[in-house]
């Protein structure tokens, strides 16, 4: 028994110490120096640094940027995941019927844009949204409508980036819920139908419930991959126009590493992270109560 | 074995190419980063035991790559430094003050540069960077609109200012206007408040001033010009292309920097050629102030390599590769001697600059200035938009410097108190 | 028979154009970087180059010095990789099959911890790192990428079923506890191994937001780095930027097509319950 002891100790201990010390730790720090007011000054000489309690968070609750970057974020999460789920279930559904050497075909073709890398596919549709040159609105025009300006007007900023949000994950819930699709037995299906059901309410009274913990796991996975919208704005558009695109991340960073008002940054990203708790675990909360998880 | 060592020295960033001379890093940015790589040869020629490490960094990055450097302890030993930098990096501790190097310099001599350009360098009475290249705003106009206004040129006060602007925009189309003045950009508005005698703030640097008379009249000029029609309420984003809309009369004045003398050369349609110019600002009673910009060489206060760097700054400020790098980059040079070059002094547009760059004062030398300027940019959009009115702008915009500043105060209090 | 065959063909066409959505951008990145200077900045935009060549990958090799960003990506990467392997299987191997203290209670803050967004550590991260002067290095950018807890997850779920038989009867042979794990686990794990240095390369040659923290120094930029620093220069030179792109892109998503099973494997394995 001691020997297992040993040697469970020394297998699980390199990963556990570099997690608690390069995870675990600057957490914790993270908190603490969320309570000081560590900035440019303090970089410069320690004793420049005060505690301040909870001043940089009530100094953020009366920062206009930080309510909008908090207001795009949402935005952002409240239109793009049910988007991107919507998406993902539709692709799983149309390959869940399709002819098996078409599926693995498609199924590739469909998650490609999951793995790139982010930067670069950024830089792509940076152009692809350009106003004159960009292909999708020579689409529109040849459609008969009138070109947007997609990264300068402060309207279409945010839905362009959701648009590029969604094109790069759909491919990812798609696998999960043709996982899911696929477990859902034959019979079921077969005996809504004789009992009448048309396509649509199959839908609703087989394929949803039957994908209800899915669902769950890809609508906490992908909400909680929104939340941290950082990168999009960073490449596509720095936050702008007029700071239509400044997420939460975003205001962190440039509050962070810009500025170096590192303890407001951390209050930041602490309240971040209480977001994505809440929402996560009102979720959980959600699907218990309706059976689900 | 041999693997875990190399994977050790991959790791750490063990990287070595040494061939005797001495490295000095030098940090450059855009434009001039791209073109001193070209100046830098020379250089090495004349000094065999210095070899000079180039790092190009795009303008959007450079500021918070400087601050990361200076927290990672990892600065280069010279770097060029936009104007606003130098208080936040003095504040810092991070560079180096070069009065008694630079008192016994042949090449680097003070009295040479100009007043204000020079002057922004010098933070509690000490110096911490040569000038490198100087920047100022001045306008950029269609002389054949003011001409035919009834101006021969323009006048040097802000009553005679206003009254060609009207005439100009009398006469002009219904959707023309008489100055751009893009309202995501705060310089036309700083230089307007530098034009006023008193300071943008107050208490050695510890309060915003933007209640002060002075300040209320410039502030009330600008939005005056939006209020009267004369400007359009328009971004630099919406209006992308100036000099296209330059060329077509869309608005008769531009407040701009020297890299548009290049830029218009280029963009402007031939037959429009002849029909621009520059001139100095007007100030309230007569020719006025403007914003000292630029760029200037710091050497860093951990650098080992003093010495050499200070050779190189040396060698990039000889009037004669002054010249040479306005040739390759439009940027004025910050010393007089170097203006007295025909290839300066015969330049018609450059003429306006020259005379500028001897009126021109610095934004406040405090390490906070970057944000109260993008603060004194945000909160006027908003005024300008109507959003607020004129007053509550100027309280608005003392409160959030007052805010800004108040680390600066405790600091200053602890500091005296000791 | 016919509404089947009709409902089919519309499933099809439906599955080309989505198709068609998730693939257009990265075959018009390809185009692109196959045209001349300055022809994608036409109006109407076209879609195919006139007449395909290099020069765009030609001026990105000559004058953005890519090879070398090319070559710290591939660097940091690997060693990422290499460390995952050795940090989470190790540990992966404990959590299922090693009984020690307090095993399954760590174990179930590991999960918990999993709701913790990276970002948040970031900047106490810096500082820390600051101190014992990993800023600007590699190690630096791989330090918090070193050991992961959906790696340890991974590792665990598959090592679950290696038979406690097996193991037993090594031990009873003398067979230390380093032996078996080096002759009997590792070989057992081995699918689930190629899925994780597949996910930890992919992530690793994707991260973009630590390594742009981090790396002060141009020269150790990874390629996301580089990409972004470029395409803030060069907005305008389209050809150039796509180039680049495909330079970035091409290798991730070759390492995917050849062992996309052991992709989906891992996806599916951190998602679905046994």
Redesign the interface.
């Known amino acids: 028994m001691s020997r297992y002891s040993a040697a469970g100790w020394a297998f699980a201990a390199p990963a556990m110490v570099m997690l608690s010390l390069f995870f675990f730790v600057p957490v914790l720090l993270a908190f603490a120096l969320s309570l000081t ?1 560590f ?3 303090a ?3 320690m004793d ?1 640094l ?1 505690f301040i309690g909870l001043g940089n968070y009530a100094e953020l609750l009366q920062t206009p940027l930080f309510w909008k970057a908090l207001g795009n974020t949402f935005y952002f999460v409240v239109v793009g995941v049910p988007l991107s789920i919507a998406l993902s279930l539709g692709a799983a559904l149309l390959l869940n019927g399709a002819a098996s050497r078409l599926v693995g075909l498609f199924r590739t073709a469909l998650f490609a844009p999951v793995v790139t890398t982010l930067v670069a596919v950024a830089v792509i549709w940076r152009y692809l949204l350009h106003t004159r040159y960009g292909m999708l609105n020579y689409g529109l025009e040849r459609l008969g409508i009138d070109p947007v300006d997609w990264l ?1 007007d402060p309207n279409w900023a945010m839905p362009a980036i959701i648009l590029f949000a969604v094109w790069k994950n759909f491919g990812y819930n798609m696998v999960i819920l043709l996982a899911g699709l696929q477990t859902i037995p034959n019979d079921l299906y077969e005996a809504a139908r004789i009992d009448g059901a048309n396509a649509w309410q199959r839908f609703l009274h087989v394929t949803l419930p039957g994908l209800g913990p899915m669902l769950l796991l890809v609508s906490i996975l992908t909400m909680a991959g929104y939340f941290q919208l950082f990168a999009e704005p960073y490449v596509m558009t ?1 936050g ?3 700071e239509s695109t400044v997420s939460v991340l975003y205001f962190m960073y440039e509050q962070g ?4 008002n590192l303890g407001f940054a951390s209050a930041v990203a602490f309240i971040l992270f209480v977001i994505m708790f809440a929402i996560t675990a009102v979720q959980y909360r959600f699907a218990k109560a309706r059976g689900v998880a | 074995m041999r693997l875990f060592f190399l ?1 050790f020295l ?4 063990c990287t070595g190419r040494d061939d005797g001379r001495e490295v000095v890093k030098f940090w450059a940015m ?1 434009r001039e980063g791209e073109v001193v790589a070209e100046l830098i040869p020379e250089f090495e020629r004349l000094h065999p035991g210095i070899r000079v490490e180039l ?4 303008w ?2 450079a ?3 400087l ?8 600065t280069p030993d010279i770097a060029q430094l936009g104007s606003s930098w130098v208080p ?1 990096l003095v ?4 560079l180096e003050p070069i009065d008694k190097i630079a008192a016994g310099s042949q090449t680097v001599r003070a009295e040479d540069y100009f007043t204000g350009i020079w002057g922004g360098n010098v933070i509690n009475g000490r110096t911490w960077g040569v000038p490198w290249y100087a920047d100022t705003r001045i306008l950029f106009y269609r002389s054949d609109l003011l001409r035919q206004a009834g101006f021969a040129q323009v006048p040097d006060n802000w009553a005679g200012w206003l009254q060609a602007m009207r005439a100009i925009k009398q006469r002009g189309a219904a959707r023309d206007y008489a100055i751009f003045l893009p309202i995501n950009e705060y310089e036309p508005l700083l230089a307007f408040a530098l034009q006023q005698p008193e300071p943008l703030l107050r208490g050695g640097g510890r309060y915003g001033n933007f209640t002060s008379p002075g300040f209320t009249r410039a502030s009330e000029f600008y939005f005056d010009m939006f209020r009267q029609g004369l400007a359009p309420r328009a ?1 630099n ?2 209006i992308s292309n100036i000099h296209d809309e330059f060329a077509k009369g869309h608005f008769a004045f531009i407040i701009t920097g020297p890299w548009n003398i290049g830029e218009f050369k280029r963009r402007m349609p031939a037959e429009r050629q002849d029909d621009w110019m520059t001139a100095p600002l007007p100030g309230p009673t007569g020719p006025g102030a403007s914003i000292a910009g630029g760029s200037s060489l710091g050497v860093f206060a951990r650098s080992k390599r003093k010495a050499s760097a200070w050779k190189l700054i040396e060698y990039l400020s000889q009037p004669k590769v002054q010249l040479r790098f306005f040739e390759l980059t439009g940027d004025l040079p910050p010393r007089r001697s170097a203006w007295n070059a025909p290839l300066l002094a015969d330049d018609r547009y450059a003429t306006a600059f020259r005379d500028q760059l001897e009126r021109t004062r610095a934004p406040p030398a405090v ?1 906070e200035w970057e ?1 109260i300027g993008q603060q004194i940019r945000i909160v006027s959009e908003r005024a300008v938009a109507g959003q607020i009115s004129p007053a509550q702008f100027r309280a608005t915009l003392n409160a959030d410097t007052d805010a800004m500043l108040e ?2 105060r ?2 200053l209090a602890r500091e005296a108190s000791q | 028979m016919r509404s089947a065959r009709s409902a089919q063909l519309v499933r099809v066409l439906l599955l080309v154009l989505l198709a068609g959505f998730a693939l257009f951008p990265l075959l018009w990145m390809v185009s692109v970087s196959l045209m001349a200077p300055g022809e994608a900045s036409q109006f109407p935009p076209p879609l195919l180059p006139d007449a395909p060549g290099f020069s765009a990958y030609r001026a990105l090799f000559a004058t953005t010095g890519i090879a070398a960003y090319f070559i710290n990506s591939l ?1 940091v990467a690997t ?1 990422g990789t ?1 460390l995952s392997l050795a940090f989470n299987a190790t540990a992966g191997y404990a959590f299922a099959k090693l009984r020690f203290r307090g095993r399954d209670r760590i174990f179930q803050l590991l999960l918990a911890a999993l709701v913790i967004p990276g970002q948040v550590a970031m900047l106490p991260l ?2 820390m ?2 101190e014992i ?7 630096g950018v ?1 330090v918090p990428v070193t050991a992961s807890i959906f790696g340890i997850f991974l590792v665990r779920q598959y090592a679950l079923s290696i038979p406690d038989e097996l193991l037993e009867a090594a031990r009873i042979d003398g067979a230390s506890e380093g032996r078996i794990f080096l002759q009997i686990v590792v070989p057992a794990l081995t699918p689930i191994l190629v899925t994780l240095a597949l996910f930890t390369f992919l992530g690793v040659w994707n991260d973009f937001m630590w390594p742009l ?1 981090i790396l ?5 930029y990874t390629l996301p780095v580089a990409l972004a ?1 470029l395409s ?2 060069h907005v305008q030179d389209n050809e150039l930027m796509m180039a680049g792109s495909v330079l970035t892109i091409l290798p991730v998503l070759l390492l995917f097509l050849v062992l996309q099973r052991y992709y989906m494997q891992g996806l599916l394995a951190g998602s679905v319950k046994g």
């Open positions: 007011d900035d440019l000054y970089l410069a000489n420049d005060r300068g720095q702008g126009p007029v590493f810009k500025w170096w | 994977v991959l790791l750490f960033g855009g790092q190009q960094i795009p959007s990055a500021h918070e790559k601050l990361t450097a200076y927290a990672g302890q990892v936040e504040a810092l501790g991070a971004t984003t919406q390490p944000r680390k600066r405790w600091k | 660097i060693l290499m810096f500082l790192l600051k002067g990993l800023i600007n290095s590699f190690a791989l923290i002060t120094d141009q020269d150790k620093a803030r220069e």
